[in-house]
């Protein structure tokens, strides 16, 4: 064999060896991209949608409206300021609450 045959040879073994494994699927940078798309789908959205509606139901507190705080105290809502909320709790017991402590809320309408 000469070596421009032996050079044929090998360039024609080149050219037919099979692609690398992964194709465009097996690149770091598109799987981690893939994995962003994920995390954002499935974790960040949901989260960014709870917040909304957490804020327009605190928005939309009225006096009357029963509700249960972060720490677990069911009540009645007997005032509405601008950053806090006095929780009617029974007869004679009324505590001022942060709004962002009011985790659930029942409108009266709903409650009859």
Request: with cysteine; net charge positive.
């Amino acid at each position: 064999m000469t070596s421009l045959q032996a050079l044929i040879s090998f360039s024609t073994l080149a050219e037919a060896a099979p692609p690398p494994p992964g194709g465009i699927l097996g690149s770091p940078f598109v799987m981690m991209g893939l994995m962003v798309v994920m995390f954002y789908f499935l974790l960040i959205r949901p989260q960014q949608r709870q917040r909304k509606e957490q804020q327009a139901r605190i928005a939309a507190l009225q006096n009357g409206d029963k509700v249960v705080t972060s720490a677990g105290i069911h009540g009645l809502v007997h005032n509405v300021k601008e950053h806090t909320v006095v929780v009617k709790v029974c007869e004679g017991t009324m505590i001022e609450f942060d709004k962002l402590a009011i985790t659930v809320v029942h409108k009266k309408d709903a409650a009859k």
